[in-house]
């Protein structure tokens, strides 16, 4: 591993005290982070910012290291390389970490992690030190009232929901007033369709509160559902950081593509530096990344479809033949072949039911054009 914390730019930086000058909108700041194990890298030069009373979310395949920086950040985990800093104080760099109980910072785990003999009440007023027993009684109660438990606060954990338990971890988490909170795989133990419903009522929970909060994730709608700001890690390294709708429609690589949303690649090659040719058509292409930007004319590329760039017409000349067909209750998702055996997805409303083999009609309605090497 490095022995030389660095800066952006690649320079030495010099740390002096607990805390160093930051722009004051940075509130929770990953500076060039590097983690290793064993003279193994397990992260590599992460940056990110977050600010006051954002939801950030860390989103990755199992083993890309996305826990690994959480844990970072609660203190859990020792950096070699960089900083990380709350409200412009030092948490960690190269030789100093902050003790996790020092940190302020409320998490909440995949299992729970809820006290199996205390009920409810006393699980979210296990933290409050700090408060008087009135005061800490009123603030377990205001968060009961907050999460939607009121009439259950003296069952125990055992008596309650995968939900329910959830819910009673946030509390957990929020009472003390945390300046930052860190939720681990948060809804992995949970339904598809519960998992939707809490997210929503996480996200609303933690905007309430007006609480810094990072989570991680694989599930990209978990992600969607939850976070302002997302970063995609890709084997130890940020790959990308930006809004959901960025990150979908903008992605700068083709792992971001693939990973996060549905779609295809057509082959395609570079007309012009700013036009592709491909077997659908002609489409002026958008710029995310440097990979992007320097294409040239000749190159061989790839160009992300995704499925609402195609609309289901059976009045159109254009026409692909059904090869698989998901049904999903209000839509169905096809896969297309087209004549030269390329493949799209669309979905179509759940009354259009096409067979197998079908030749069905489609447009295009393409507004992102991304292409990659």
């Not at 940075?26 to 910012?49: A, K, M």
């Amino acid at each position: 591993m490095k022995n030389l914390t660095k800066s952006n730019h690649g320079q030495p930086m010099s740390y002096s005290g607990d805390s160093i000058n930051q722009n004051d909108d940075h509130y929770l700041s990953v500076d060039n982070v590097s983690i290793g194990f064993d003279e193994r890298e397990i992260l590599s030069n992460i940056s990110f910012q977050l600010q006051r009373g954002d939801i950030g979310c860390l989103l990755g395949p199992s083993g890309c290291g996305k826990t690994t920086l959480l844990r970072s950040i609660a203190g859990f985990e020792s950096v070699d390389d960089g900083m990380i800093q709350l409200n412009a104080k030092a948490l960690s760099h190269q030789g100093y970490i902050l003790p996790a109980e020092q940190r302020n910072i409320g998490m909440v785990f995949q299992d729970y992690a809820l006290f199996s003999h205390l009920n409810v009440i006393d699980n979210i007023a296990f933290g409050l030190h700090r408060f008087s027993k009135t005061q800490a009684l009123t603030r377990a109660n205001d968060l009961i009232a907050r999460i939607g438990l009121v009439g259950k606060e003296h069952k125990m954990p055992h008596e309650l929901s995968g939900g329910e338990q959830q819910r009673v971890a946030l509390a957990r988490a929020l009472a003390p007033e945390p300046q930052l909170l860190l939720l681990d795989e948060p809804f992995s133990n949970l339904d598809v369709e519960l998992r939707e419903t809490l997210s929503r009522d996480v996200r609303d929970i933690i905007k309430q509160s007006n609480t810094t909060a990072l989570m991680v994730t694989h599930d990209q709608h978990e992600a969607f559902a939850m976070a302002d700001s997302i970063g995609v890690i890709q084997s130890g390294r940020l790959a990308q950081w930006g809004s959901a709708y960025t990150i979908y429609h903008e992605p700068v690589n083709a792992f971001v593509a693939d990973f996060v949303g549905q779609g295809v690649f057509l082959e395609g090659q570079m007309r012009s530096a700013s036009e592709v040719n491909t077997t659908l058509g002609c489409f002026e292409r958008e710029i995310a990344s440097a990979e992007q930007d320097s294409l040239v004319t000749g190159d061989k590329v790839k160009v992300l479809i995704r499925p609402d760039d195609i609309i289901h017409d059976d009045d159109s000349e254009l026409t692909a033949r059904v090869i698989t067909r998901d049904f999903r209750g209000a839509e169905f998702l096809y896969t297309l072949a087209l004549a030269n055996g390329e493949e799209l997805l669309v979905m179509v409303p759940s009354h259009h039911n096409h067979a197998i083999n079908e030749q069905i009609g489609i447009r295009l309605e393409i507004d992102h054009v991304v292409v990659f090497k």
